[in-house]
T-cell receptor, first 111, second 111 residues
Framework: QKEVEQDPGPLSVPEGAIVSLNCTYS??????FMWYRQYSRKGPELLMY????GNKEDGRFTAQVDKSSKYISLFIRDSQPSDSATYLC???????????FGQGTTLQVKP | DAGITQSPRHKVTETGTPVTLRCHQT?????MYWYRQDPGHGLRLIHY???????DKGEVSDGYSVSRSKTEDFLLTLESATSSQTSVYFC??????????FGPGTRLTVL
């Protein structure tokens, strides 16, 4: 079993749709949960960062963590064509800074 | 890109030649990281630094070495490049572990 599983997609939705992106993990030691957005031929950009179970909201984005079930989700409301990118989940533990990334889900939002 | 530059941005080299990639930051962050990104493998940590002259190995460190003589610079060296090291290389920085910010990337091709 992989340490992190993320559906690679691609995922295609119409503008205005609610998007749900998901990752599951197997390592109980993970304490930090992140979502990055990566546009084509650019570096990943940190979108959301949390270290507790529950929801964290930032504008149109909501990050959800369920430690008991070992999955995290990113919800995008009122999706826009500018949201078209690859979304990467990432996990960390302790204070080493060693992150484990999912393979990324490619999202296309059609006007 | 959070005050991070990478040089060169593109490089083509031949098998067996040494290659050095440079990461420069203007944020005075303590931690610096080198990742490689490959289709089907996502982002994988090569080496990281938690202070000047303090470095440690990541998940895929074989064939790579690093040096950090100043807070702002982190060098990644491929002593003898191989075709398997063809990849996109990203530098990241953070003040605290886990919340990492990425540079624009270096696209390396080893022929």
């Amino acid at each position: 079993q992989k340490e992190v599983e993320q559906d690679p997609g691609p995922l295609s939705v119409p503008e205005g749709a609610i998007v749900s992106l998901n990752c599951t993990y197997s390592n109980s030691a993970f304490q930090y949960f992140m979502w990055y957005r990566q546009y084509s031929r650019k570096g990943p950009e940190l979108l959301m960062y949390t270290y507790s179970s529950g929801n964290k909201e930032d504008g149109r984005f909501t990050a959800q963590v369920d430690k008991s079930s070992k999955y995290i989700s990113l919800f995008i409301r009122d999706s826009q064509p500018s949201d078209s990118a690859t979304y990467l989940c990432a996990f960390g533990s302790g204070n080493t800074g060693k992150l484990i990334f999912g393979q990324g889900t490619t999202l296309q939002v059609k006007p | 890109d959070a005050g991070i530059t990478q040089s060169p941005r593109h490089k083509v080299t031949e098998t067996g030649t040494p290659v050095t990639l440079r990461c420069h930051q203007t944020e005075n962050h303590r931690y610096m990281y080198w990742y490689r990104q490959d289709p089907g493998h996502g982002l994988r940590l090569i080496h990281y630094s938690y202070g000047v002259k303090d470095t440690d190995k990541g998940e895929v460190s074989d064939g790579y070495s690093v040096s950090r003589s100043k807070t702002e610079d982190f060098l990644l060296t491929l002593e003898s490049a191989t075709s398997s090291q063809t990849s996109v290389y990203f530098c990241a920085i953070s003040e605290a572990p886990n919340e990492q910010f990425f540079g624009p990337g270096t696209r390396l091709t080893v022929l």
